[in-house]
């Protein structure tokens, strides 16, 4: 199940809204640890990403300058997880988009959107609901490709949640570099090795065709 939401701005990790659960003191880690992948994030993080800790795992979505992020249980579906945080990204948008980077924004300025989060929420608590079922099997969003970290990575390793699509791009292009070099270097290879005997085999056969067909 969905144990609680939060929602900040990428760009400085500003806090805009949070669920009032009361399960506060057995979350109090979690939350603390969702903070700090707020703080990791930056515009070139991967826009939809699952981080394993522990009992439970972050799901979170980018929209728009705004992470919005869940803590489920393990077993919770990540389908489920990010239909309910794609419904709390378009409404979210909807009510304060215009006001998102307003100056001198405070922390949880908009608190009152628990009212929408506690009643999605809700929706989505109950895997076995006739709602969820259909979501679950309706092919909406191929989580399959969606990135699973762990938060060990990030909290003892140093690694950061920058988007890997630039860095594969780069790699593919380089790899297709460099095969057409060894390509190039091997035809070299190839053309010194066998190039002078072939030259010479061919002016052979040109003279002894020359001297049959016209003696």
């Known amino acids: ?19 009032m659960d009361d399960e ?8 603390s640890q969702a903070k700090l992948i707020f703080r990791k994030l930056n515009a070139n993080s991967e826009k939809r990403c699952s981080i394993e800790s522990g009992s439970y795992v972050f799901h979170y979505i980018i929209d728009h300058g705004v992470v919005h992020l869940c803590i489920c249980e393990r077993n919770y579906p990540r389908k489920l997880a ?14 304060y ?9 405070r922390p949880y300025a908009f608190v009152k959107f ?38 060990e990575d ?9 988007n890997l699509q630039g860095k594969s791009e780069l790699l593919l292009r380089d790899s297709a ?13 190839l053309y010194r ?8 085999g061919f002016v052979f056969l040109l003279v002894i065709y020359w001297r049959f067909w016209w003696y």
């Not at 199940?1 to 669920?19: H, N, Y």
């Not at 506060?24 to 939350?31: A, T």
């Not at 988009?97 to 924004?105: A, S, T, V, Y």
């Open 1 to 19: 199940m969905v144990k609680t939401t939060m929602i900040a701005r990428v760009s400085d990790a500003l806090p805009l809204a949070e669920s």
């Open 24 to 31: 506060q003191v057995e979350l109090r880690e979690y939350k």
């Open 82 to 95: 990010f239909t309910y945080l794609d419904d709390l990204s378009k409404e979210f948008f909807m009510s």
């Open 97 to 105: 988009g215009n006001e998102i980077d307003r100056p001198g924004l």
């Open 114 to 151: 628990d009212t929408f989060m506690q009643k999605t929420k809700r929706l989505y608590q109950d895997t076995r609901t006739q709602s969820n079922l259909t979501k679950l099997h309706e092919d909406l969003q191929d989580v399959t490709k969606i990135m699973t970290r762990n938060m």
């Open 154 to 162: 990030l909290l003892y390793r140093g690694e950061t949640l920058d």
């Open 177 to 189: 570099r460099y095969r057409k070099t060894a390509r190039d270097v091997n035809l070299q290879a």
């Open 193 to 200: 090795k066998y190039g002078p005997p072939a030259i010479v």
